[in-house]
């Protein structure tokens, strides 16, 4: 492990002395290091390991862009949706103050915690229907 984070000879040569397994090691890479073929093939590695990890920093720069889009748009279209209902809970809720008095807390509770859907339904109910259980029924 020290043989392969050893950034010149300096470092090389106490440990070539060492043993002679690392001093072929040391021998083999100068060799290596001569071969205008194998440096080429180093410095193209190189590059590639480069290429990548910009490719990579690149997608997930994309990746994070595109995540925090989708979820402000996702936001945006709960807000929209919850400002909704409570709009047409309070019109629901004046219509039926207006009709059959004022609520109690516990149907204030049902209404501003309905569906758009239960909602609609019960806004469409309060203009045909005789008494307030009739409408929320």
């Not at 690392?22 to 440096?39: G, I, N």
């Not at 190189?46 to 997930?60: G, H, Q, T």
């Amino acid at each position: 492990a020290r043989f392969l984070i050893a950034r010149d000879d300096a470092a090389l040569e106490p440990l070539a002395s060492e043993s002679p397994i690392m001093h072929l090691a040391k021998q083999t890479l100068e060799e290596l290091s001569q071969d205008p073929e194998t440096r080429r093939l180093a410095r193209e590695r190189a590059d590639a390991i480069k290429l990548y990890e910009m490719e990579l920093a690149a997608s997930r720069a994309q990746a994070l862009a595109e995540g925090h889009a989708e979820g402000e748009a996702q936001g945006e279209a709960r807000g929209r949706a919850e400002g909704e209902a409570r709009g047409r809970a309070a019109l629901l809720l004046k219509q039926l103050t207006l009709r059959f008095g004022p609520p109690s807390q516990e149907t204030r509770a049902r209404v501003e915690t309905a569906t758009i859907e239960q909602l609609d339904a019960w806004a469409e109910r309060v203009l045909t229907q005789g008494s307030l259980d009739e409408v929320l029924g």
